[in-house]
């Protein structure tokens, strides 16, 4: 994001951000409740660079967001190193491990590779606003959030893809550049 160029639109953060209401829904994990076998389905059925975590998929309470390939790696390790992993090991992210059930396999905590504190901004946040944020920030990606419920995520390409495209429907804008 170049930070010589002026963003001037009125758009909003709900106008840019993933998904589209024609997308398929937000792949979110949840921090207690998913197996290993699940985790490694997620990573393999999509390229996402990272997910949010969340609470459960009802409440979409956003808990932190998990990088895809601090995934990849943990998981990999965990199944090669550490005692009792398998496909069907609960993966949380809480901050104390529940006692399993006698007989099921041991859970494996990944809350070390969460990040607490991802950077989330609401829906009406202005794209004039957010671009900042991002340059300021050297921000990767943002989540998006309504009423404390996660609603999705921007990248910063989302963000050069609209820049692209407003300067194209609005040549107008270039005059305050
Ligand atoms: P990039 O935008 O750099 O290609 P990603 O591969 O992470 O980064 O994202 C590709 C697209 O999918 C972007 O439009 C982004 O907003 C969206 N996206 C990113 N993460 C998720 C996710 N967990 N669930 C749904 N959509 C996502």
Same mark, same amino acid.
């Given at each position: 994001?170049? !930070?010589?160029?002026?963003?001037?639109?009125?758009?909003?953060?709900?106008? @840019?951000?993933? =998904?589209?209401?024609?997308? =398929? =829904?937000?792949? +979110? +994990?949840? /921090?207690?409740? *998913?197996?290993?076998?699940?985790?490694?389905?997620?990573?393999?059925?999509?390229?996402?660079?990272?997910? !949010?975590? +969340? @609470?459960?998929?009802?409440?979409?309470?956003?808990?932190?967001?998990?990088?895809?390939?601090?995934?990849?790696?943990?998981?990999?390790?965990?199944?090669?190193? /550490?005692?009792?992993?398998?496909?069907?090991?609960?993966?949380?992210? $809480?901050?104390? $491990?529940?006692?399993?059930?006698?007989?099921?396999?041991?859970?494996?905590?990944?809350?070390?590779? &969460?990040? &607490?504190?991802?950077?989330?901004?609401?829906?009406?946040? !202005? *794209?004039?606003? $957010?671009?900042?944020?991002?340059?300021?920030?050297?921000?990767?990606?943002?989540? +998006?959030? /309504?009423?404390?419920?996660? &609603?999705?995520?921007? $990248?910063?390409?989302?963000?050069?893809?609209?820049?692209? /495209? *407003?300067?194209?429907?609005? =040549?107008?804008?270039?005059?305050?550049?």
């Amino acid at each position: 994001l170049e !930070p010589k160029e002026e963003f001037v639109h009125k758009t909003l953060a709900t106008d @840019v951000m993933r =998904p589209r209401r024609s997308d =398929p =829904p937000l792949s +979110v +994990v949840t /921090q207690d409740g *998913m197996t290993v076998e699940e985790l490694e389905g997620l990573i393999s059925d999509t390229s996402y660079s990272g997910f !949010p975590v +969340v @609470v459960s998929p009802e409440s979409h309470r956003l808990v932190g967001f998990v990088l895809r390939r601090d995934l990849v790696i943990s998981i990999d390790n965990a199944r090669r190193c /550490q005692e009792g992993i398998v496909g069907v090991s609960r993966v949380i992210f $809480t901050e104390h $491990t529940p006692v399993e059930a006698q007989g099921a396999p041991p859970p494996l905590n990944l809350r070390a590779i &969460l990040d &607490l504190s991802p950077l989330a901004i609401t829906d009406h946040t !202005p *794209m004039e606003i $957010t671009v900042d944020i991002f340059r300021k920030l050297g921000l990767r990606q943002c989540l +998006v959030t /309504q009423n404390g419920r996660l &609603l999705g995520i921007i $990248t910063k390409k989302d963000i050069l893809k609209h820049m692209a /495209q *407003m300067a194209n429907r609005d =040549p107008d804008s270039i005059l305050f550049n």
